[in-house]
């Protein structure tokens, strides 16, 4: 079996056992909406979730993941698992001291850190922010250890344990929502501790497979190993990278605390929508490149990484634009199925389908970014993400401030300044890789994104066309709504299908030979 097959048979389990998390995370999130609403409460609540979160991102998935991994496969590769397991202790040893300082920091400080994230809240929001920001904080704790897990166990071509995990931690916070937040002075405050719980029981189910691989971890403290020192001189650059990536939410969420109430809800619970298909392919897709990347790098073939690299752009441009362009003409459908019931009214859906929206053009941006950032840590490249990060970043900025408040878009300002970001990102990176690191036909690439669009756009009327037939006013959940929206979904995939085999591109069937394991 080749390269490519074993990667995309890889990121295919991946993908499924992300979709099965994807959406149970939906259903929280439809939970989430239907018992709170979309208002102060919720939008403290995503505020405090976010800063946790962040860190995790920054740190744990981006920073060490990132540096951890072409280390440590390096090291699989030339000195055996026996070499290998000594930096990975060594990282666990210095990961949980570390985390644990970082939470109580977190904890003792969290006034201040909240007000960096949303200034803007009132006193009362702003306490109830602080309170679940408190209960949540060692939530870093427990989601950085199952990172570290989760990245040994990719590197050892393991993707069951860590696409699985997050199962558990939705279906801990839709169980403590559902069943508990009525037992809390504050019921929102059940959110919060199912997050703490769901963490704890990711980290827990990576032990076993991590143990059947004799890597369990066990406390060792060698600084003086040569690859312990290159994961922490990796680390630093690319933890100020990320900080320039990330910065984005923090500018957002507090450019959003400064506009009507409800809005970081609508941007928080749209963004997960698009994050939807990002993570069953985007994510699932990076997280099998990455030690491939590594691998082809420590064995210096290069033609092997622009190969991977080349093909997996085209096949996820292929993928992601028609998820863009459907998610831009059903956008009132999927808010008013998905969150329009209880607590969440029909005001409420259109403002969560505008940033939907906004949100859906940057969509195809975001995937490659994620498969593309991953092909310059491999080349040890972390300074050319940062500049890109950081152009992209300023302009993130000045437009979010400028539509949202010049031009009173509000909430859909902001999605869309996101996503120009996004797109300025990607336009960058492809060309510092095509300039730095692998050569890509651009004449031809810009060719195929053309018809891509093309189809897309008139798959997208298609669809658009059909749901018009379907009232989508009302907050009541009935079954021909659901039968409408999935004879949209299904003419959307017959008609892109169609016209891909018209239009003679290859990636279908590569595609169908992926899904029917060919």
């Not at 939470?103 to 702003?126: H, N, Q, R, T, W």
């Not at 109430?261 to 941007?267: A, C, F, Q, R």
């Not at 999927?334 to 607590?343: A, D, S, T, V, W």
């Amino acid at each position: 079996m080749n390269d490519k097959s074993t990667i995309a048979k890889s990121a295919r389990s991946v993908s499924i056992f992300t979709f099965l998390s994807r959406i149970l995370g939906m259903v929280r999130d439809i939970v989430i909406a239907s018992l709170f609403g979309a208002g102060q409460v919720t939008d403290a609540f995503w505020v405090a979730f976010r800063i946790p979160n962040l860190l995790r991102r920054l740190f744990a998935e981006g920073a060490l993941t990132v540096s951890f991994i072409p280390v440590f496969t390096s090291r699989l590769e030339h000195g055996g698992k026996e070499k290998a397991k000594v930096i990975s202790d060594t990282i666990f040893t210095i990961l949980v001291c570390l985390l644990i300082l970082i939470s109580l920091i977190g904890i003792i400080f969290s006034p201040y850190i909240v007000k960096i994230f949303a200034s803007g809240f009132s006193d009362e929001v702003f306490d109830l922010a602080v309170l679940l920001n408190r209960i949540m904080f060692p939530y870093i704790i427990f989601i950085s250890l199952t990172a570290l897990s989760m990245g040994i166990l990719n590197s050892l071509k393991h993707f069951f344990a860590p696409s699985f995990s997050p199962v558990l931690f939705n279906c801990c916070i839709i169980l403590f929502a559902v069943v508990l937040h009525s037992n809390f002075d504050i019921p929102i405050v059940s959110l919060a501790i199912g997050v703490i719980i769901g963490g704890i029981l990711q980290f827990l189910f990576q032990i076993p497979f991590l143990k059947s691989r004799n890597f369990s971890f066990k406390p060792k403290l060698l600084f003086s190993n040569p690859d312990v020192k290159r994961i922490f001189t990796l680390i630093v650059p690319q933890i100020f990278g990320l900080a320039v990536y990330n910065l984005n939410i923090i500018v957002n969420t507090q450019y959003a605390s400064y506009l009507p109430e409800g809005t970081i809800s609508y941007l928080f619970l749209s963004e997960r929508l698009v994050e939807f298909p990002l993570g069953i392919i985007a994510v699932s897709l990076a997280t099998v490149l990455l030690p491939n990347f590594s691998s082809y790098i420590s064995k210096g073939d290069l033609s092997k990484f622009r190969e991977t690299y080349v093909s997996s752009i085209r096949i996820l441009f292929y993928i992601l634009i028609p998820a863009s362009i459907g998610l831009i003409a059903l956008s009132k459908p999927i808010c008013n199925i998905l969150y329009q019931r209880g607590e969440f009214g029909y005001e409420q859906m259109i403002f969560t389908s505008q940033c939907l929206f906004g949100y859906a053009i940057g969509l195809w941006a975001v995937g490659l970014i994620r498969i593309t950032v991953p092909a310059f840590f491999a080349q040890k490249d972390t300074k050319t993400p940062v500049y890109v990060a950081l152009c992209a970043f300023i302009l993130n900025a000045v437009l979010g401030y400028l539509l949202s408040f010049r031009l009173e878009l509000n909430h859909l300002g902001l999605a869309l300044a996101s996503s120009a970001s996004s797109i300025l990102n990607i336009s960058l990176l492809i060309y510092f890789i095509n300039k730095k690191i692998v050569k890509i036909e651009i004449a031809d690439f810009l060719k195929y994104m053309s018809k891509i669009i093309i189809i897309g756009f008139i798959m997208g009327i298609s669809v658009f066309k059909i749901s018009q037939l379907q009232d989508w006013t009302e907050s009541d959940f009935s079954l021909e709504k659901v039968f409408m929206l999935g004879l949209c979904v299904f003419v959307g995939l017959l008609v892109y299908s169609i016209l891909s085999k018209l239009l003679k591109i290859e990636e279908f069937d590569k595609i169908i030979k992926i899904i029917t394991n060919y």
